[in-house]
């Protein structure tokens, strides 16, 4: 049985004291997170802002379509 689901059907995973990494590259502003089998990614500007939750799956995508440019702006 996996942790309990907020409304939006994502897991509810407890990111206190959770150890935030950063890029080496750039300024920082994005960290991520690895909690009991999740990927919380959030602003480090805000760091009591929202934290957005992946599962492994799902952190696969996304970094893969980074890679590929689809997020790219131009």
């Keep these: 049985m996996g942790p309990e689901l907020a409304r939006n059907g994502k897991p509810k ?7 935030w990494l950063c890029s080496s590259q750039g300024v920082g502003d ?3 997170a690895f909690v009991d ?5 959030r602003d480090g500007r805000q760091e009591d802002g929202p934290v957005l939750v ?3 799956g799902e ?12 997020f790219d702006l131009t």
């Design 13 to 19: 995973v407890d990111f206190t004291g959770a150890t």
């Design 54 to 56: 992946f599962t492994p």
């Design 59 to 70: 952190w696969r995508a996304f970094v893969l379509g980074a890679r590929d440019g689809e």
């Design 30 to 32: 994005v960290q991520i």
């Design 37 to 41: 089998g999740y990927i919380g990614m």
